[in-house]
């Protein structure tokens, strides 16, 4: 019984750096070739009193602008009014994390209580090893998740934006009129 629980601590220690594999920035310089077409979702605050966030996917990057698909509307923000930027890296937080955690240790504290029970009757703590093994990953993986899953640019950096935008070389010539009306904000 003692050997089933220190499996489920040696096995969930070892799956804690597995979930949260290529978390920082610096290990991820480019958006990953299988992220798809669309460009991450960005949230762009700008400054004035008056200037509302604009909330999107990022399509494009210039030096002096950001193009962002918001409810169907291409809008054009200066870069010159945007005070920070913030991008989402993945969907994949801290909570979905735990909750993932807390469920693999749930399901594999059962399977090895099953197993458990076909060789010996004393196994009631696999399945509470199991779990506390899982709350364990899952929580260090969520402390991971919820700092990887946004990159946050304080100025707005063209050359570091970019990466993440639909069109990283920018806007192609067309593609406002094709994608929605073009604007300025609200």
Same mark, same amino acid.
């Given at each position: 019984?003692?050997?089933?629980?220190?499996?489920?601590?040696?096995?969930?220690?070892?799956?804690?750096?597995?979930?949260?594999?290529?978390?920082?920035?610096?290990?991820?310089?480019?958006?990953?070739?299988?992220?798809?077409?669309?460009?991450?979702?960005?949230?762009?605050?700008?400054?004035?009193?008056?200037?509302?966030?604009?909330?999107?996917?990022?399509?494009?990057?210039?030096?002096?602008?950001?193009?962002?698909?918001?409810?169907?509307?291409?809008?054009?923000?200066?870069?010159?009014?945007?005070?920070?930027?913030?991008?989402?890296?993945? !969907?994949?937080?801290?909570?979905?994390?735990? %909750?993932? =955690? &807390?469920? #693999? *240790?749930?399901? /594999?504290?059962?399977? $090895?209580?099953?197993?458990?029970?076909?060789?010996?009757?004393?196994? !009631?703590?696999?399945?509470?090893?199991?779990? %506390?093994? =899982? &709350?364990? #990953? *899952?929580?260090? /993986?969520?402390?991971? $998740?919820?700092?990887?899953?946004?990159?946050?640019?304080?100025?707005?950096?063209?050359?570091?934006?970019?990466?993440?935008?639909?069109?990283?070389?920018?806007?192609?010539?067309?593609?406002?009129? $094709?994608?929605?009306?073009?604007?300025?904000?609200?």
């Amino acid at each position: 019984m003692r050997s089933c629980s220190l499996m489920v601590f040696v096995l969930s220690f070892f799956a804690a750096p597995l979930l949260a594999q290529g978390t920082t920035p610096e290990l991820v310089p480019y958006a990953s070739p299988d992220a798809g077409v669309r460009g991450r979702m960005v949230d762009v605050r700008r400054s004035g009193k008056q200037a509302k966030p604009v909330k999107g996917e990022l399509l494009a990057v210039s030096t002096d602008t950001l193009w962002v698909l918001e409810h169907d509307q291409v809008i054009s923000v200066p870069l010159s009014g945007v005070t920070s930027a913030s991008v989402q890296r993945h !969907g994949m937080t801290a909570m979905k994390g735990l %909750i993932w =955690g &807390v469920g #693999v *240790g749930v399901a /594999s504290g059962a399977g $090895l209580m099953a197993a458990c029970n076909s060789v010996s009757e004393d196994c !009631g703590s696999v399945m509470t090893g199991a779990a %506390i093994g =899982g &709350v364990i #990953v *899952g929580g260090l /993986s969520a402390i991971s $998740l919820s700092e990887s899953s946004r990159v946050q640019f304080k100025p707005a950096i063209p050359d570091s934006l970019a990466r993440f935008a639909r069109f990283p070389q920018g806007m192609p010539p067309g593609v406002v009129e $094709l994608l929605g009306h073009p604007g300025t904000g609200p």
